[in-house]
């Protein structure tokens, strides 16, 4: 954490880092919360799925609603992790030039939808 400090006081100024560094660290401690992990490492035993917002449709369905039901119902102590590509609002590269990265591109589902994926990791 000294190294983010010292990157802080690069980037913004001795006097503006330290604020910083502290809310930085509230940020990171809310989503640790979120997060649920047996382990922080991975190791040759993990596998990921790697999968697009949108790979799984189903009619009258969104997208991340589809892929959800998917993986909670198939991926159950199979995978270690979901990685969705880009599921942002975007306008351009496959969603990879991203407009805001706080929110879901409403065509794909929502924010819920994304949080409902109670998949158990392996």
């Known amino acids: 954490m000294t190294n983010l400090l010292a990157h802080l006081s690069f980037l913004y100024g001795a006097d503006k880092a330290p604020p910083l560094f502290e809310r930085l660290q509230r940020i990171m401690?809310?989503?640790r919360m979120q997060v649920h992990t047996r382990d922080a490492r991975l190791t040759e035993r993990d596998s990921i799925l790697i999968t697009y917002g949108d790979q799984l449709q189903q009619p009258g369905e969104k997208p991340l609603q589809t892929l959800g039901a998917f993986c909670n119902q198939h991926l159950n102590g199979v995978v270690s992790g979901i990685h969705i590509l880009p599921f942002y609002p975007w306008t351009s590269d496959d969603g990879f030039s991203v407009r805001d990265y706080r929110k879901v591109d409403p065509n794909f589902g929502d924010w819920?939808?994304?949080?409902?994926m109670q998949?158990?990791?392996?």
């Open 29 to 31: 401690a809310e989503y």
């Open 112 to 116: 819920e939808d994304i949080s409902s």
């Open 119 to 122: 998949v158990i990791f392996v």
